[in-house]
T-cell receptor, first 115, second 109 residues
Framework: DSGVTQTPKHLITATGQRVTLRCSPR?????VYWYQQSLDQGLQFLIQ???????AKGNILERFSAQQFPDLHSELNLSSLELGDSALYFC??????????????FGPGTRLTVL | GQSLEQPSEVTAVEGAIVQINCTYQ??????LSWYQQHDGGAPTFLSY????GLEETGRFSSFLSRSDSYGYLLLQELQMKDSASYFC??????????FGKGTRLSVIA
């Protein structure tokens, strides 16, 4: 158990819908990262928040957005869902925002299925 | 940009040693990390190399050669529970981690 929690574990929805994925980082960690993992694309970095502020952005679609709240939990919002958005979404956390030395601890993931 | 290449699949016998290679291209180097992921599970951190040489952690070791842009993960005394996907990853200046596509290790009896 990494100490990172994610809800829900599974989500099934229809195309065009909007969903919210939630992540609580390990106690004391200030950074939260979101990743998407699909069979053909591997693990893709989406976005990082550090202490409530956006720190880095990866290949995140405009239909996707995220935020980190004062209690440091984070939410990833996915809208106008398409079949291709079906994937595992992981949240990870680390103590600080440094990219070179921080170990990232991953949550169990949310499996999103878009029908 | 950054890119990593690793074999897609490796099969090894229980009790043996296996090496998973990773070559990378990056404009700014911060180190090479390795993660393990069991089917349906979350990636878990295994090791991080910032300097050349071998880092050993129990049955797992990781090696880095910055001049060759190359690293490997060495797993000794293989156990069935080591069957998983192994990812090398690059911390970068723009995005925290760029992952390779992963190597699926199958340990057979």
């Amino acid at each position: 158990d990494s100490g990172v929690t994610q809800t829900p574990k599974h989500l099934i929805t229809a195309t065009g819908q909007r969903v919210t994925l939630r992540c609580s980082p390990r106690s004391g960690d200030l950074s939260v990262y979101w990743y998407q993992q699909s069979l053909d694309q591997g693990l893709q970095f989406l976005i990082q928040y550090y202490n409530g502020e956006e720190r880095a952005k990866g290949n995140i679609l405009e239909r996707f957005s995220a935020q980190q709240f004062p209690d440091l939990h984070s939410e990833l919002n996915l809208s106008s869902l398409e079949l291709g958005d079906s994937a595992l979404y992981f949240c990870a956390s680390s103590v600080a925002g440094s990219q070179s030395t921080d170990t990232q601890y991953f949550g169990p993931g949310t499996r999103l299925t878009v029908l | 940009g950054q890119s990593l290449e690793q074999p897609s699949e490796v099969t090894a016998v229980e009790g043996a040693i296996v090496q998973i290679n990773c070559t990378y291209q990056t404009s700014g180097f911060y180190g090479l990390s390795w993660y393990q992921q069991h089917d349906g599970g979350a990636p878990t951190f295994l090791s991080y190399n910032a300097l050349d040489g071998l880092e050993e952690t129990g049955r797992f070791s990781s090696f880095l050669s910055r001049s060759d842009s190359y690293g490997y993960l060495l797993l000794q005394e293989l156990q069935m529970k080591d069957s998983a996907s192994y990812f090398c990853a690059l911390p970068t200046g723009n995005t925290p981690l760029v992952f390779g596509k992963g190597t699926r290790l199958s340990v057979i009896a």
